[in-house]
């Protein structure tokens, strides 16, 4: 049984998602959250999974609205809610799906927030500053390493920030620019390390084994005292806002995420294909990466512009 979900139907639905689907860690604690919420409006109405109505599922709904939840979090949970249903129906605990008729929020897909390359470069500037001074603190060159290996590794491949924490120090010594990361559900695909970026993780390693030679026997290129064994995800979120601030930018503009979209972004800008991007960002389907085309719509606008020959017209 699934800690912190005591339904047994719902802890069938999310050990199917595990196992025939793949699902990440994180991914299997979001449905779990959503699973449990909607399980405890259920038991508070004196219902289950089992006898739930589309009219509960509707009034559920009508309760995250009221809560506060914005559209985009409600239709997340209205979707586990569905797939939770269907489950049962085709597993045969119901006659019924409830949920099939239920309509979602409205909702527009938002644009990502995209970085400049020039903004992307000032990151990777004031990362950089002092990892050369011998008069500043061992820890301050350390973590100026460290912050500007994980940038320079980011922006260069594109990874998911749980990919980029927790790259193995192997990483360093491959032999090809070439990295390959298992990703969501199990996914394999390559990924490009640029010569900056391994550039980045020698002077991080040599560095660490000169100050810090303690951590030459951990398994991870970005060690730490944590559970994981490995710098948290939310560790170099926090730190990088703190370097984007230094560098002139809002703090509330710049996340780990935000380089992965400055990565696609940025290629497509240089004429990368839409499919091409989509492996990198090891996106299982197209439609995923589609968020992007607006950066396609602007360089074929741009492209007629400039070679149509009637452009000037």
Known sequence: MTPGLTDPLGCLFLDMIAAERGAAVNTLHAYERDLVDYCDFLDGAG???KQATTQQIRAYLETLDARGFKATSIARH???????HR???VEGRRDDDPAAVIEGPRRGRSLPKVLTPGEVDRLLAVAREGIDDP???AAGRLAAARMHCLLETLYATGLRVSELVALP???ARAREPLLAIKGKGGRERLVPLSDASRAAMNVWLAL?????????TSPWLFPADSESGHVPR???????KTVAVAAGLRADLVSPHVLRHAFASHLLQNGADLRVVQELLGHADVSTTQIYTHVLDERTRAMVRDLHPLSDR
């Open 47 to 49: 219902s289950g999974p």
């Open 78 to 84: 209205l979707s586990c809610v569905r797939q939770f």
């Open 87 to 89: 489950f049962l129906y």
């Open 135 to 137: 008069a500043r603190p």
């Open 169 to 171: 120090r192997s990483a």
């Open 208 to 216: 660490r084994a000169e100050l810090r030679p303690g951590q030459g």
């Open 234 to 240: 939310q560790v170099f979120a926090r730190d990088l």
